[in-house]
């Protein structure tokens, strides 16, 4: 099964808006997707997440497991976003173990949310 991580792509973090240049979350969007990943994960562009007081904010779900909305990232996270969601991906409940979450997952959660009934 697919899990899906979801990118703000609106996400100014503060900056002002710059005719033809792509704001925070776009750019960590396309760094997102320019990386390699397993079939497992799918990466989805979201025109806003409304968490716009956190940075850039992303959100991981999939059908039958917990759901986590994570905010205050940039593009330098990129690595670390990758490898939670994998691991995010590879669980059958959405639960990684504490100590096998990248320290953003830890330490920069906005929300979790139940697993929604099939």
């Known amino acids: 099964m697919t899990a899906k991580l979801f990118v703000c792509t609106t996400c100014r973090v503060g900056e002002p808006v710059v005719e033809g240049q792509p704001v925070p979350g776009r750019r960590l969007y396309t760094l997102l997707t320019s990386q390699s990943r397993s079939s497992g994960l ?3 562009p979201v025109e806003c997440l409304s968490a716009c007081n956190n940075g850039c904010v992303i959100a ?3 059908s039958g497991r917990w759901s986590y909305v994570y905010g205050r990232l940039t593009e330098q996270d990129a690595p670390d976003i990758l490898a939670g969601a ?3 991906a590879a669980t059958p409940d959405g639960l990684v173990p504490w100590r ?3 320290q953003i997952f830890r330490k920069q959660s906005l929300a979790r949310l139940p697993p929604q009934e099939n």
């Open 86 to 88: 994998e691991a995010y």
């Open 42 to 44: 799918e990466i989805i």
């Open 60 to 62: 991981l779900s999939a």
């Open 100 to 102: 096998q979450r990248p």
